[in-house]
């Protein structure tokens, strides 16, 4: 069975860093991608950084955090992370961890992040 779980998230002052956790199990990293999600109120959920180990470890980052978030993994401990440095307040939002198998799509339950001015 697929399962995410999210940690990490919590409350910065702009300009700070988070570093968030998605721990996984009922899959590798060796099939397929895995990413992080992040969802405002009122707003769609917009894809913020993906890691691609099939296609050599290839990740993918949103313009608007490129430069400041890394995405990386350790198989050692199924868990996927994501550091964000230099945090905006428009960063703010729930974040959540990903997986699509080709089948289904997998979601957990998400970390609150807010960004203060």
């Known amino acids: 069975e697929v399962q995410l779980v999210e940690s990490g998230g919590g409350l910065v002052q702009a300009g700070g860093s988070l570093r968030l956790s998605c721990k996984f199990s009922?899959?590798?990293?060796?099939?397929?991608?895995i990413a992080w999600f992040r969802q405002t109120p009122g707003m769609e959920r917009e894809g913020v950084s993906c890691?691609?180990?099939?296609?050599?470890?290839?990740?993918y980052y949103l313009d608007s955090v490129r430069g400041r978030f890394t995405i990386s993994s350790d198989n050692a401990k199924n868990t996927v992370y994501l550091q964000m440095n230099s945090l905006k307040p428009e960063d703010t939002a729930v974040y959540y961890c990903?997986?699509?198998?080709?089948?289904?799509?997998?979601w957990g339950q998400g970390t609150q992040v807010t960004v203060s001015s």
């Open positions: 990903n997986y699509n198998d080709g089948r289904r799509n997998y």
């Open positions: 009922g899959f590798t990293l060796d099939d397929y991608a």
């Open positions: 890691l691609s180990i099939p296609d050599g470890g290839s990740t």
